[in-house]
């Protein structure tokens, strides 16, 4: 069936272009032949019937894909029209449907366009929805969370997440080090932020050389 509306859509282009380009004689020839050679070439290397492979998220410390939503480790909004947004979000976000997740958060931000919460609650879902790997959408979202509050802590929080998840563990581990320096002794995220960032610099760390193999 694919074959099929192949060479329907070559009829056509070749339709329009003799008739736009007034093609005649060998021009026409040539025209066919073109066709002709780039659908063989379809026929022997393409697969059209096989499913799509997605690219792999990089490999990362255990525990950093875990989703927080228990009220955003106390870096949210628990009541009002944000948390009324991202509960919605969350929702679609833990069946996989990740694409309306997203929607409902831009559809929050036309009525919010200043709030920090929803703007980092669609760089989740942004960075969900493209498999857990950081997009330029998504370190955007991030971007304008941050500038309409460089105080707040879940821009950076958030934002170094999703860098760690897509691989950049140099930039996490920037980014939240320079969190953890200005979070307050006593802030609830601060144990978890501590947490992980141990786990990243065991990453980052080279190892150290084996006895048995030196000299």
Not at 66 to 87: N, T
Not at 105 to 130: C, I, Q, R
């Amino acid at each position: 069936m694919t074959y099929f509306w192949i060479l329907v859509a070559i009829g056509v282009t070749m339709g329009v272009m003799i008739w736009r380009g007034r093609l005649v004689g060998d021009a026409r020839t040539r025209l066919a032949s073109a066709m002709v050679i780039a659908l063989s070439g379809y026929a022997l290397q393409g697969h059209p019937m096989l499913p799509g492979k997605p690219v792999a998220a990089p490999d990362e410390p255990e525990g950093f894909g875990e989703a927080i939503r228990d009220q955003r480790r106390g870096m949210s909004e628990r009541f009002g029209p944000a948390a009324q947004w991202l509960g919605m979000s969350d929702g679609f976000m833990r069946t996989g449907k990740t694409r309306l997740a997203a929607q409902t958060l831009e559809k929050a931000l036309e009525k919010y366009p200043d709030n920090v919460d929803l703007w980092v609650g669609l760089g989740n879902a942004l960075v969900a929805h493209g498999g857990g790997m950081m997009s330029p959408a998504a370190s955007l979202a991030f971007d304008e969370a941050a500038r309409r509050d460089p105080a707040h802590p879940a821009p950076p929080f958030f934002e170094g997440l999703a860098k760690a998840q897509s691989g950049d563990f140099t930039g996490a581990e920037r980014v939240w080090s320079d969190l953890l320096a200005r979070s307050p002794d006593d802030a609830p995220w601060r144990p978890d932020l501590e947490q992980r960032l141990t786990q990243l610099r065991a990453v980052l760390e080279p190892a150290p050389p084996n006895p048995s193999e030196a000299g």
